[in-house]
């Protein structure tokens, strides 16, 4: 798929490329991001080229992930966002925020904006987010996008080469007034 952009009221959403790995490298020495998040630690330059020269335009070329950046229309990052497919579907968002903007309301912004765009565009019918039990900021940023808190998986993810048990949660094309492209039948109590 050809990469796209996506802007906002306040944001422009577009792949991270080259021109970025300065930008990005520098954001992920939070050490925030990178206890929650499972990037690299340390996270080394390397790693920002790797993630800007390669992974982010193969995600793109191979339909596995769609990153982008979340940038201020001056061209400021603040924040990474990515969807990445699990099956068909299904898509995995998965986001981080630069200190500077945490608490503006940017990266919610950003994951109902990316979210909209894979329901419409990529024929998703469900989003889900996970984030390890216990970071508080991805899970406001998930319920203030609409995700639907659904429970905790036991040793769900793997942070460093550690098990830690998940939340998860889900978006579906309904929560933002959307058709979905299947027939959704709940369950009945």
């Given at each position: 798929m050809d990469p796209v952009i996506l802007t906002t009221d306040r944001l422009v959403l577009r792949?991270?490329?080259p021109d970025d790995t300065d930008a990005v490298y520098e954001a992920a020495q939070d050490p925030d991001i990178q206890r929650w998040?499972?990037?690299?630690?340390?996270?080394?330059?390397?790693?920002?080229?790797?993630?800007?020269?390669?992974?982010v335009p193969d995600g793109w070329t191979d339909g596995s992930a769609f990153t982008f950046g979340v940038f201020l229309?001056?061209?400021e990052l603040v924040?990474?966002?990515g969807i990445t497919m699990r099956c068909l579907g299904v898509g995995e968002v998965g986001f981080w925020a630069t200190k500077e903007h945490r608490g503006n309301g940017y990266?919610?912004?950003a994951t109902v904006a990316a979210s909209r765009w894979a329901f419409t565009d990529l024929s998703v019918d469900r989003v889900e987010w996970r984030a390890e039990v216990g970071n508080a900021g991805s899970r406001a940023v998930a319920e203030r996008a609409g995700f639907i808190l659904e429970g905790t998986l036991r040793s769900a993810i793997n942070?460093?080469?550690v098990r830690r048990d998940s939340w998860i949660g889900s978006l579906l094309p309904s929560d933002l007034c959307l058709p979905s492209?299947?027939?959704?039948?709940?369950a009945r109590s």
């Open positions: 792949p991270v490329g998040t499972t990037i690299p630690s340390p996270y080394l330059r390397e790693h920002a080229a790797g993630f800007t020269h390669e992974m229309p001056s061209g924040g990474m966002l990266i919610t912004e942070n460093k080469g492209t299947a027939p959704y039948l709940p």
